[in-house]
């Protein structure tokens, strides 16, 4: 939130993140249509998360995170093949996700995965790819 400027420090960022995730997960985890995944290695350290909801027959990734010293070694990759397969299951024909334009690693990534920019801002942009028809 601080490198998009929606907020002027880490302090208002946190707060505000806090009231939304609070507004979005009511139920916290347990939320109906969210799916909450914590990605771990081989050696059982925790390198990140993936959160996504279901809405309809669409899923929407809400937030993803790779922790910075595990980046680059294909967790990312990995991961989003899983939520692929994951949303497929669940029933899903397609997932769509929104990102700054700045991160060109996760654009890189999502390139690679054959998301499409379905719609694109001044700041960020919405990618979709479709599971299946």
């Not at 990605?39 to 909801?53: K, R």
């Not at 093949?81 to 700054?100: H, V």
Request: aromatic letters at 14%; proline letters at 2%; one cysteine or more.
């Amino acid at each position: 939130m601080i490198k998009s400027k929606m907020s002027a420090d880490k302090e208002e960022a946190y707060k505000r993140a806090e009231k939304e995730f609070d507004e979005i997960l009511p139920m916290g985890q347990s939320t109906e249509n969210n799916f909450l995944y914590v990605m771990i290695d081989d050696n059982a350290e925790n390198v990140g998360f993936i959160w996504y909801e279901k809405e309809d027959v669409s899923g929407f990734i809400c937030d993803f995170l790779v922790k910075e010293n595990y980046r680059k070694k294909g967790y990312g990759f990995e991961t989003m093949k899983w939520i692929e397969q994951d949303a497929k299951d669940k029933g899903m024909t397609k997932l769509r996700l929104s990102l700054f334009k700045f991160n060109e690693p996760a654009c890189n990534l999502y390139k690679k995965l054959n998301y499409n920019v379905v719609e694109d801002h001044d700041e960020n942009m919405i990618m979709e790819k479709i599971l299946f028809t």
